[in-house]
């Protein structure tokens, strides 16, 4: 329990706001493979890249990726 809720929403409301962030941006795919590709992509930059701890660091995953996370990812 947290903030005395039963289910807590909270962390799962913000990803989708991220994600309808940049969706919005694009205006819309143009195809259910681009929109695979691109949740893809967003899912590997909320666990390993985003921020300044990511949910990789969080789970004791230590990678070590330097100052640009995403391309020493690519490069992995």
Not at 28 to 53: M, P, T
Request: glycine content about 6%.
């Amino acid at each position: 329990k947290k903030y005395g809720l039963e289910h807590n929403n909270n962390p799962i409301e913000r990803y989708n706001e991220d994600v309808k962030q940049r969706y919005k941006i694009m205006r819309g795919f143009k195809s259910f493979e681009s929109a695979d590709a691109f949740l893809s992509l967003r899912r590997i930059i909320y666990n390993f890249v985003r921020g300044d701890e990511t949910r990789a660091m969080k789970a004791d995953i230590a990678l070590e990726l330097g100052c640009n996370r995403l391309e020493s990812l690519i490069k992995f």
